[in-house]
Structure formats: structure tokens, C-alpha cells
């Protein structure tokens, strides 16, 4: 397995009682990429993390962290990778600073002399250091959760695993998560971080890997994941029944229903020649457009499923 490679995975599988939650995952994800690693509830997402981390041992499959293999060197290389998968459990009538101080105290491969400063450091590092002193149960959501991507800190990182940093947070809260995972990465930190919201990951990914019921059925850059999409054809009109046929026999593929009219993927086929298929056919065009789909339209299309966009 490469050095270039933050994470890596061949033919990664996890199956419980014979059903595939993960099937043959072959996930590359470049050191120093922020990596998005999107899909619905329960496409598999928290399982292959757990697998990657070496929380969950895989039923068929390799993988590998900052070029060392999966478990058998996770003691060598799980120190120089921060994690965020089941929130830690924070005390709620300490102050953010004395939780971290707790959970530092219990790693058995931090340096007690220099726990003060990194914690302060760490809580410098997510914006909290003005709010050290206070205690856990006055936290925001979003400061919460900027204090547990602070634990994950606490040791010098080259990766940051991230499981659904921004579940459950309020608008504001994720825009802080947001903030705080762009800045992280700006420093070369590489960052894994998946979500089934696609809003919120798109902005800060260069990379994105997209699963659908276990698979991997899309990774790359983010312009190679978009650039994969064929550009459709949209045709508003009163007719769609009409339209859909001439459409159809012109050549044009996956012709479908869309609200008040038809879309469908030219392909070869040139748009002046389906405009004018359709007006000599009689159907009254009130809208043509042929566009790249967004990213949006993109994953419905690769999971068959809407993204939550509004959070
Ligand atoms: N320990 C387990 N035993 C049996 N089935 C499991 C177990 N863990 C996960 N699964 C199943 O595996 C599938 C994938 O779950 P997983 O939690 O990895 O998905 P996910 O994409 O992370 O979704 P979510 O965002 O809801 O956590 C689901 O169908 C889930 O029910």
C-alpha cells in the first residue's frame, strides 16, 4: 500500500449475519484531502470508519492508515490519528478544560508535563480558549462539539476522522463545525469526515466518496465526481407525453417525467436538433435547458435518494 495515501482500503467488507452493511470498499483518500465521505442513514458509512480505526474487525478485506496496516500496526499509527466517532463522554459539571484535562489523564501516551499546554493549545486550536473556565453543561451544541474535535486534538494529528461532526447541530453550530474542519485541513491536516448532508460537506471537500447501501458507487476529486455526470436536457412544457416520445426516438436517454415537463441525457444527440424535433412535432415549448447536473441531483441520481439539504 502507498505512502501517498492517508487511507486506504481494498475489498473492504463487513457482513453481519450474512448481509453486506459494507461490500468491497476500495477507498483512496490523498494525504492533505479533506474527504467527504457522504451517504443516507445506514449506507454503511460508521461501520467502515469503526473498521478503518481498527474498532471492528473486517469480514473480508485490507486496509491501511498513513501507509500502515489495519490492525496489525495500530498501536504504531493510531497515535498520530485523531478520531471522532462516538462523541467522548464529557462531564457536564466541569469546565471544557478540566474535561480535556480528565481525558488526557487517560491516555496512557500523553506526556503528563506537557498536558496544561496542549490542552490549552487544543482548546485555542477550536476557538474555546475564552470559554475554557466554564463548565460543560453552559456549552452550545456547537461549542460541545467543537470540544470534542478539541479531545481528538489533544496529540499532534496527520489525520482527523471525522463520523457526522455536525449531526443534530443547529445552523450556527454547523457553520462553526465547518469553520473549524476547513482551518484544521489549511495546516495539511488530512480530514475524513463523513455526513449524509451533502450541504455540508460540498464546501470544504476536494474529495468525495459516496456510498449507496454499502457500496462505494462514486470517488475522486470533487470536480472528477462531478465532471462523471452526463449533461441533461430539461424540456418545460404542457405536452410531456409528446415530448418524451419525440425525445425517445431521437435518440435521447433516460427520458423522464421532471414537474412540468421532461428531462433526459442527450448524449450525441444536439439540442437545436431535439428543439426542433419538438416544435415540428407540435409540442409548445416554454423552457429548454441542457446543464451539468449539481452535486445535488448527482447523489440522488448515484443513491437513489434525496439528501437532506435542509439539515
Ligand atoms: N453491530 C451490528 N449488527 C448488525 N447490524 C449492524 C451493526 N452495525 C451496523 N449494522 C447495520 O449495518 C448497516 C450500516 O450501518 P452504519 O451505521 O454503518 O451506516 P451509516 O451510514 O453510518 O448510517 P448512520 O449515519 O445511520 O449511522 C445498517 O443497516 C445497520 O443496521
Redesign the pocket.
Known sequence: MTGELAIESRGLTKR??GTA??DALDLAVPRGSVYGFL?P????????IRMLLGLVRPTEGTSSLLGHSIPRAAQQVLPRVGALVEGPAFHPYLSGRDNLRRLDAADLTADRHTAASRVDAALDRVGLLPAAGKRYRAYSLGMRQRLAIAAALLMPRELLVLD?PTNGLDPQGTREVRHLVASLASDGTTVFV?S?LLSEVEQMCTHLGV?SE?RLVAQGSTAQVRGGAAPVARVLTEQPAEASRIMAELGVDAVAPIPGGVCGVPGGVEPEKIVAALVQGGVGVREFTVSSPSLEDLFVALTGEGFDVSG
Open positions: 453481519f449475519r452493511a459494507v451517504g442513514n445506514g449506507s454503511g458509512k460508521t461501520t467502515t457526522e463523513s449524509h456510498m454499502g
